[in-house]
């Protein structure tokens, strides 16, 4: 009873439910072994340094989960409407969102790569000293996050990979004003506004679920996509990133009402149940 009352009015669990399966590679066939294919092993080792059980690597493969989706839904979108990105951005946005989003995808598992490209950064980022606002070497910390996008591109060059992914993994901080010296960019490139949406994203979730892996209320999922939303603009996120995003975060709602649905239905012996009808975004959570 206390779910269902919780679960109308946008419950922690719901949240958690839904952004398990936006940040999840699962249904989407093949991605992980193509990246495997495609991207330098000398890459792929500096990755393998982050333990699969560390917070980190779940953000390295929801990131690059979602910047998929998020591609390929964009490419739905230009399909409908083809004036939406044009030139640059279009192709652009024809090599993320080929094969499923295999670039894309790829561009989020190494986009925080400097974060482990040095002793001294994985000394810091794989360092699970708590909540990080409360370390000693906080301000070490500060520093390092300012710089990490840079470091990240720099493990990049001369690695072959597309100068658009190596861009977009530089300036995927752009809304944050760094890399330094380029605050200013007047365009990011496109994987950069993509990841920036699904980065932002990731990390408002994984702050708050729970050490033990629960889950604790600080913001609903309505509350998270207002924030990001009230960064569309100049110098904040791409409207039409976001958009994407609330289409792909109404489509989970849709499946996950359906499912509820059913398993209502089952257990309260009604054969058909209707199914509720597709929410808009502003009723979300
Ligand atoms: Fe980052
Ligand atoms: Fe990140």
Redesign the pocket.
Known sequence: MQFRRERRSGSPRRDHALLTRVFSAKGMAGLEDIFELSVPERIQEQLRRIPPDHLEYGHSTGVAALSARIACKLAEMQRDNPSLFKGKDAEELMLLSADSGAWAYAMGRI??IGKVSTEEMRELFLNNAGNWEDREDKEQLIRAKEK??AL?AKELYHSGLPPQIIDGVLF??YPKGYPHGFDEIEHPPLGARILAVA?SLHAMWTRQVGKAGGYIKRRSLREQMDDLLSKNGAHGYDPRVTEALLKLVREENNLFMRRVSRSRSLTSGIKHLPIRPGREPRDLP
């Open positions: 986009h925080d990490h996008a990240s995927h901080h980065d």
